[in-house]
Every structure is written in structure tokens, then in C-alpha cells.
């Protein structure tokens, strides 16, 4: 070996190294933003931002966390997490899950992002903050909270005592606070037990993070502060998660953090950590129809290749792209009209005469496919590239957009609408598995199953105790087979209460789940309520809001699935609970009655009250004419009065 030549070689390429920095090196010298320069008012846009340059790994870092985490799972096999997800994609742009945090366990509603790389909720201390689904946190409170004090691997405050950490995001919102360590729960769908973890405590937000209903962030992205690196670095998880978004007017869904056995017939991607430090797929070609775009392979590798990012709403392709896919989108809708989108501000591409029917849409429109390195194909459904146009029934738009100038293909939550994707870190691939994604455990066969998550207001490892007296013994209906209207849902709900009353809390009670049904006041109302010490059995109904006189079946699915789902958080004073038999009633004149209960009741005695006033006027009137011409007897003297000339 010849020493003086080697040592040559070595000291050019680190000069080399130092003047000309590899990619990933030099773009972690700064936060980058995946931004999105066509702007569209649907989209909750959340990319990632690369870790700040003391807590990025070199390659040889990684490679050796990686060697280290492939020896931590052959060792033994780990749990993992099951959660389910809530809210809407395309009501609320993104999807949520609960996430307990302390002791004893606060709990907060966080996006789902697998673009972001740090945790975090609203903190008590926090200067601004919007208002949130959940009170703020308060590490005082939490017998298990620490605060991550300053050290090399960290981003310091000012006084050089607390690690800090601050995101930007490409809608111009973002979030900055401190950071702390304490417990972390994952609800009781999981086997994984309570684990510590660093997570962000906000002083400060601006954007739509200041003015969304969800708390925080949940980030899923690669980083050194993503909850799921932090658990597989401490050995209880391995490297793989997974997401389930449900269809178009369902909503909710299930995440698993952890690993979890593929189906058969899943569809697999190379997802290289490497070429991008977001969740990127080989995808090379698109098919609309089963006609492949007369596209190059390299449109969907420009700049960061094609994204998977689970905290955008739509999908935005390079303009090649882009325009080839909406041309071959257009050329296939013989039957359609072309008609102007919901909102007058924004170029919409919509069409009108397909039903509402959202299992009849792949009559009207053509499926896609993605074809990827492997040439495995994944088919996408109508469901997942179109969105419902807000003002005309049976009309659907394109929820797929261009990028702007960006060559970046980016993949938002619309395209994996039920669809199963495990994201397996591990062996560096992302998986797609056609689904129901409300039937996600049935369909994949998980024995044992948990039942749905209780609310925030069921305490752990507490039962609901009904009286048999009160417990309802009819079985649930079975919910609207057909498309037809619902006048009003009607369920059970039985409480074990810490109040010795309940009776005087029903108002509040009511208050609190109309918010949560996202409903109006008086959509909710008691139809009875019986109480046998602290155990309470209440009958609710619920009703089309007033400007409407039935549900649609896709409104009363979601609502039905909101009760049986157990999705409903109600402060801890109302103790545990449970919702049983629920069901659906047409509309009728005697509904709208019972809806309007109030107003009817105010109408009748405002008419009674003018019915009353007017007796009495005209009574009034009536005496005073009979007093004026009161009958005069013989002799009574009558004043002369001058004769008038005819």
C-alpha cells in the first residue's frame, strides 16, 4: 500500500467534501420548505423542514442507527400502536388521532403528518395561540415532565438554558416553543405501553395552525424528534408505520405505529431515504383509462421525485403532467358537462352529472393507475383525484392541481383514500393496499381486535355499569340500505356520572355534543332521561339543521359512525359512558315539529298573547259604545239641541 498516495487521496476528497458539500448536507444547512405556489382553498398544505443542521445524521450515522435498528427487531417481537383516526380530509384538510401526554394523561387532537418531524401541542405558557379542540398543556400539572435542556444536539433559547425548536411551513404558518419530555400514551386500542418522548411545547403560532380546530402536530416524518424515530431508537417499535384514510363523505380511518403484516396482494414502492428526506415512491408512469400519458419517466423524478405526504389534502403534478392528465381526464367524460367549480376565485375543473352515488362514480369516470419502477400498478379509484363540488349535486371537481413551476410531484391525502399504506422505513419500500379503511381490522384479519376508542371522558380501565332496568334491550337497526332521507337519528347513551345529579348538567351536557357533532344549537336534544343514582340513561335525537329537512345518507353515516366509533370527547366530570341503538327515521311534519319545538312553542304563545290584546281591545271598545248609548228613562233631562235645517 502505498501510505503517501492514500493519505493524498483521503486529505483531496475531504477538501472536496468541505468545499463542495454532498446534497443532503448542504440543504440541512438551512430549513427547507416544499412549497406550493398554486394556491387552492381546500388544501391543508404541511410539508416537512429539514432538521436543523446539529441534529442531522451524516450517512454514517444513519447507516449505523439503521444496522442498530435492524438488530433491535431481530431480537425480539415488538408491539405496536393501534390508533384510530378522525375528522374529514377534505371538511377539515387533514385527519387526527389522540395522543395522551403526562401524568396523569392530557389529551390532545394532532394532525397526521408524515411531512413534519417534531410533536407538538399548545403549551399553558404559550403568548399566542389559537383556540383549540383541547385546553392548552400544562407541564405543572404533569408529575412526569422535564424540559430538554440546552445541549449540542439542540437549538438553544436566548438565557441558554431550554432546547427550542421552530417550524415553517409552505401556507405560511408556523410554530415555534420549547421543548420538553414526559409520557406519551396512545389510547387503548394499543398494545405499545406509555413511552417518554421529546415533543414541542408552543409559545407561539400564526397561520392556520393559529386558527385550526386540531391542537397540534403529530409528526410521522424522519427526524430525530418524530415520535416514530424516537420509538424505534428506543427498541419498543420497529421501523414501519402505517396509515388508513377512510372514503369520500366518511372520513376517519386508523393508524399503526409499529409493524404489522402485510396483505397478499399489497403494492410495493422503493421509498428512498436518500434521494429525498421526504416519503418518496419510484412512480414513472400514469395511466388514465388504462392509456398510458405520453409522458417521460423523469417528469416524476424532478427535484424531490414524487412525494407522499399525508398532511397535504390534494394532489399537485409538474405542469407536463399535469396538463396530460386533466386532457386525458376530460377526453373520457362523454356523458359529463364541463360546468364552473364551487367558489367563482378559483379555476375549478368540474363536472355535473355523475349521481351521488360515490359507488356508482367509476361508471361516470376513469380509473388511474401509478406504475411504478417495479411496473407493479396501483389503481386509483374515482374517489381519489376528485372532490365533491359544495354547490351541485352529483357534480365532482379534479382534486388534482399544478404545481406551479415545481417540478415536484406531491401526493396528497386524496389519492390514498381507502387505501392501506404501511410506510416500511426498514427495508426502504411504501406499500398500497386497496380497502375499506372502516373495516381495516375485519379486512386484514387482526384476531383480538381492541373495540372502538372511549372519549376523553372515560377514564382508563373503567366500565360503564347500567343498570339492567335501563340498559336498552332492543338490537341496533340496521342503518339505511338504500339511498333514501333521514329525518332525525336517534341513539341511547348511558352514563356512570361523578355529579350526585345529573339533571342540572343536561344543558351543558347538550352544549357539549352539539360541538362535538359538529352540529348547530338544537340539532341535539333530549328526548328522555331517566337517572337511578350515578348511573344515567339518555335518549338523544338529532335533526337536520334548520335549513334543511333530512340528512343525507353520507351526513348520518358519518355522524353514526362518530357515536359507534366512540369518537365524542366529554370532560371528565361526565365520567364514562357508552352510545348503544341507534337509528333512522324518515322525515315527517310530527319531526319538524319535535325539531322546532321551541319556536312552535314561542309562535303559540306569541299568537295568544295578540289574541288575548285583541280580545281585550275589542271588549274594551264594546263597552264604551254601550256606554254611550245607554238608554234614557221619561223625564230625564235631556238638554235641547237647535234643530238643523233640511
Not at 205 to 214: F, I, K, R
Not at 309 to 323: C, I, K, M, Q, R
Not at 337 to 348: A, E, F, S, V
Request: with cysteine; hydrophobic share 35%; net charge neutral.
Amino acid at each position: 500500500m502505498d501510505w503517501p498516495r492514500s493519505f493524498a487521496a483521503t486529505l483531496a476528497v475531504l477538501i472536496s467534501v468541505a468545499i463542495f458539500p454532498p446534497p443532503d448536507l448542504a440543504l440541512s444547512t438551512t430549513k427547507f420548505i416544499l412549497r406550493n405556489n398554486t394556491t387552492n382553498r381546500h388544501t391543508m398544505f404541511i410539508p416537512l423542514s429539514l432538521s436543523p443542521p446539529n441534529s442531522s445524521l451524516s450517512s454514517s450515522a444513519s447507516t449505523a442507527v439503521k444496522s442498530r435498528r435492524h438488530l433491535q427487531k431481530s431480537e425480539s417481537p415488538h408491539p405496536n400502536a393501534r390508533m384510530p383516526l378522525h375528522d374529514d380530509l377534505l371538511r377539515n384538510g387533514y385527519y387526527t388521532t389522540r395522543l395522551l401526554i403526562g401524568s396523569p394523561p392530557q389529551k390532545f387532537a394532532l394532525i397526521v403528518d408524515t411531512g413534519s418531524t417534531v410533536t407538538y401541542v399548545p403549551c399553558s405558557t404559550c403568548e399566542q395561540c389559537g383556540k383549540h379542540q383541547d385546553p392548552t398543556f400544562q407541564p405543572d400539572l404533569s408529575s412526569t415532565y422535564k424540559p430538554v435542556k440546552c445541549n449540542i444536539d439542540c437549538q438553544c433559547d436566548t438565557d441558554k438554558g431550554q432546547c427550542i425548536y421552530e417550524r415553517q411551513y409552505a401556507e405560511m404558518s408556523s410554530s415555534s416553543g420549547v421543548l420538553g419530555n414526559d409520557v406519551i400514551s396512545f389510547g387503548d386500542q394499543s398494545e405499545l405501553k406509555p413511552q417518554r418522548a421529546n415533543f414541542g411545547c408552543e409559545n407561539l403560532e400564526t397561520g392556520d395552525l393559529y386558527s385550526q380546530h386540531a391542537d397540534g402536530i403529530m409528526g410521522l416524518g424522519r427526524g430525530d424528534l418524530s415520535i416514530v424515530d424516537q420509538l424505534v431508537d428506543k427498541g419498543v417499535i420497529s421501523d414501519s408505520f402505517s396509515l388508513c384514510y377512510g372514503g369520500m363523505d366518511v372520513g376517519g380511518g386508523a393508524m399503526v405505529l409499529g409493524g404489522i403484516s402485510s396483505p397478499a396482494d399489497m403494492v410495493f414502492t422503493h421509498s428512498n431515504p436518500v434521494r429525498s428526506p421526504y416519503y418518496n415512491i419510484e412512480l414513472r408512469e400514469l395511466h388514465v383509462a388504462g392509456k398510458r400519458l405520453s409522458l417521460s419517466p423523469a417528469v416524476f423524478d424532478g427535484k424531490h421525485g414524487s412525494v407522499l405526504d399525508s398532511g397535504t389534502t390534494y394532489a399537485y403534478l409538474p405542469e407536463a403532467a399535469f396538463l396530460a392528465f386533466k386532457e386525458a381526464i376530460v377526453n373520457e367524460l362523454h356523458s359529463l358537462k364541463q360546468i364552473r367549480g364551487p367558489d367563482p376565485n378559483y379555476n375549478d375543473i368540474c363536472f355535473s352529472g355523475a349521481g351521488s352515488d360515490v359507488a356508482e362514480l367509476s361508471k361516470a369516470f376513469p380509473t388511474v393507475d401509478m406504475v411504478f419502477e417495479n411496473k407493479q400498478k396501483f389503481r386509483l379509484a374515482p374517489e381519489n383525484y376528485l372532490f365533491r363540488h359544495s354547490k351541485v349535486r352529483g357534480a365532482y371537481c379534479l382534486g388534482v392541481f399544478q404545481n406551479g413551476k415545481d417540478p415536484t410531484t406531491l401526493l396528497g391525502g386524496i389519492v390514498v383514500r381507502n387505501t392501506f399504506v404501511t410506510y416500511d422505513r426498514e427495508h426502504e419500500k411504501i406499500g398500497f393496499w386497496k380497502t375499506n379503511c372502516s373495516e381495516l381490522w375485519e379486512r386484514l384479519n387482526v384476531t383480538g381486535a381492541p373495540p372502538p376508542e372511549p372519549s376523553a371522558g372515560k377514564r382508563p380501565n373503567s366500565t360503564t355499569i347500567v343498570p339492567p332496568a335501563m340498559a336498552p334491550t332492543v338490537p341496533p337497526h340496521d342503518v339505511f340500505p338504500g339511498e333514501q332521507k333521514v329525518g332525525r337519528i336517534t341513539f341511547y347513551m348511558s352514563l356512570n356520572v361523578t355529579y350526585l345529579n345529573l339533571k342540572p348538567h343536561i344543558k351543558e351536557l347538550t352544549d357539549i355534543m352539539n360541538k362535538e357533532l359538529d352540529s348547530n344549537v338544537s340539532q341535539v336534544q333530549v328526548i328522555s332521561f331517566v337517572s337511578e343514582g350515578n348511573n344515567s340513561l339518555i335518549r338523544w335525537a338529532i335533526f337536520p339543521a334548520r335549513s334543511a329537512s333530512y340528512f343525507s345518507n353520507a351526513t348520518a353515516m358519518v355522524i353514526i359512525s362518530k357515536l359507534s366509533e366512540h369518537r365524542l370527547n366529554l370532560p371528565q366530570n361526565f365520567g364514562s359512558y357508552r352510545f348503544s341503538r341507534w337509528s333512522t327515521d324518515p322525515p315527517t311534519k310530527w319531526m319538524w315539529l319535535q325539531q322546532h319545538n321551541i319556536a312552535v312553542v314561542v309562535a303559540i304563545i306569541v299568537t295568544l298573547a295578540l289574541s288575548l290584546v285583541a280580545f281585550a281591545t275589542w271588549f274594551i271598545w264594546r263597552r264604551r259604545l254601550q256606554t254611550a248609548n245607554v238608554y234614557k228613562p221619561v223625564g230625564a233631562s235631556v238638554p235641547e239641541q237647535e234643530l238643523q235645517p233640511l
